[in-house]
């Protein structure tokens, strides 16, 4: 594979990409060039990026111990907080994702996300 391939390996694994050599390119697929040559396509996840988003949770539930359900209200308020920071917030319909996640309404996940 491309060094550049290896090179972004961390990122596609964190949104759930994946590089394919630039002649398999399919329609949708992002070329990548190194040196003004085709070197790589990256081929995004599903169309909402929810697989990012529940890879987002899984790993939040294991650096908190538990599922984010059972886990008692101070806990899942700090899940809102950390979701935020990294971004979790900016994904399309991601608060119902992340409140149905939780065990908790719209309007919960919307009141954690504004407290200080």
């Given at each position: 594979?491309?060094?550049?391939?290896?090179a972004i390996?961390?990122?596609?694994e964190?949104?759930?990409?994946?590089?394919?050599?630039?002649?398999?390119?399919?329609?949708?697929d992002?070329?990548?060039?190194?040196?003004g040559?085709?070197?790589?396509?990256?081929?995004?996840?599903?169309?909402?990026l929810?697989?990012?988003?529940?890879?987002?949770?899984?790993?939040?539930e294991?650096?908190?111990?538990?599922?984010?359900p059972d886990?008692?209200?101070?806990d899942?308020?700090?899940?809102?907080?950390?979701?935020?920071?990294?971004?979790?917030f900016?994904l399309?319909?991601?608060?119902?994702t992340?409140a149905?996640?939780?065990?908790v309404?719209?309007?919960?996940?919307?009141n954690?996300?504004?407290?200080?």
């Amino acid at each position: 594979m491309h060094p550049l391939a290896h090179a972004i390996a961390p990122l596609l694994e964190h949104i759930g990409g994946t590089a394919v050599p630039a002649d398999e390119c399919e329609p949708g697929d992002i070329v990548l060039h190194w040196e003004g040559a085709p070197a790589i396509a990256v081929r995004l996840p599903g169309e909402e990026l929810t697989s990012a988003l529940d890879r987002m949770i899984r790993t939040l539930e294991g650096e908190l111990g538990g599922r984010l359900p059972d886990l008692p209200r101070a806990d899942k308020q700090r899940a809102v907080r950390l979701l935020e920071e990294r971004g979790a917030f900016t994904l399309r319909k991601s608060v119902e994702t992340v409140a149905k996640a939780l065990g908790v309404s719209r309007f919960t996940v919307y009141n954690y996300l504004n407290r200080e």
